[in-house]
């Protein structure tokens, strides 16, 4: 397998005279998860990342919120949704499945979030921080790269990574970050949410911001967390609320709640 070490650390020693806004490495997750419904989901995500910026997100939430930036985009998409409805292939149609969006910069020392659900559409900005990491001794190989183990606790979960020196960006999937190497699987002790790092390839894609930033309500991380958690709860409540109408759904959804988010320190 090609390897991608040179170009980046060529990369990283040009860092103090070349301005970063591109990104030097994209890597594809495959996220494990379930729903509180205990329904098994995966979805498949990016990070773009240098030595100093990142962002992590869905393709395919990135591509709806493309088309609905400009009058020209929401046409298209409207006829996309026209042909799968009379088509009766609905699913086919892409959507924001996963609203998620994790910029990190240790040059700002900001982490820019945006998440949510349906009409529930946030964004909050915390300080920069890496995690507390335990670095083990134990190694695997993972896309023909060595990987090492480290562990950590972080916002109520107890986090397993592997991350290789053989890639010199100490970033990872969602939040995660710190270790002497990029992070290519990371799992927390109950099952519930896993990254694995399904592909590698340098790149030269812009970074860049989100598009349709202004349809996040500002809110903070704990403020989030438990308007999310309400609204799963309640869907009724929540939807009506967004919507300023009453809503009524039919028959009850059972929820594990035992199930929880990424973070749980909110509760």
Not at 24 to 47: A, C, M, P, W
Not at 101 to 111: A, C, D, E, F, Q
Not at 172 to 179: A, D, I, M, V
Request: proline fraction near 4%.
């Amino acid at each position: 397998m090609a390897r991608i070490t040179t170009f980046i650390i060529l990369s990283i020693m040009t860092l103090a005279t070349v301005a970063q806004e591109r990104a030097d490495i994209e890597v594809s997750y495959d996220y494990h998860h379930f729903h509180r419904t205990g329904k098994d989901q995966n979805h498949q995500l990016i990070l773009l990342a240098n030595a100093t910026e990142s962002k992590f997100f869905s393709p395919e939430t990135q591509y709806v919120d493309s088309l609905e930036y400009t009058p020209e985009g929401k046409e298209i998409y409207n006829q996309m949704k026209m042909a799968a409805f009379s088509s009766g292939n609905i699913k086919s149609v892409p959507s924001r499945k996963l609203p998620m969006y994790i910029l990190k910069s240790k040059t700002n020392g900001t982490t820019e979030v945006y998440d949510g659900q349906i009409a529930m559409m946030f964004t909050y900005t915390e300080p920069y921080e890496t995690q507390n990491w335990t670095i083990e001794d134990s190694t695997k190989t993972i896309l023909g790269y060595e990987c090492g183990m480290a562990t950590c606790n972080f916002r109520g979960r107890t986090w397993k990574a592997w991350f290789t020196t053989e890639i010199p960006i100490q970033d990872g999937p969602w939040k995660l970050s710190g270790l002497p190497g990029l992070i290519l699987e990371a799992s927390e002790s109950t099952g519930q949410h896993s990254f694995t790092a399904t592909g590698i390839h340098a790149t030269q894609r812009e970074i860049g911001p989100v598009i349709g930033k202004d349809h996040y309500e500002k809110t903070d991380r704990i403020s989030m967390l438990k308007a999310l958690r309400k609204f799963e709860e309640n869907p009724e409540a929540g939807l009506g609320a967004a919507l300023g109408i009453k809503v009524s759904v039919k028959g009850k959804i059972k929820l594990d709640k035992s199930l929880d988010f990424l973070e749980t320190d909110y509760r």
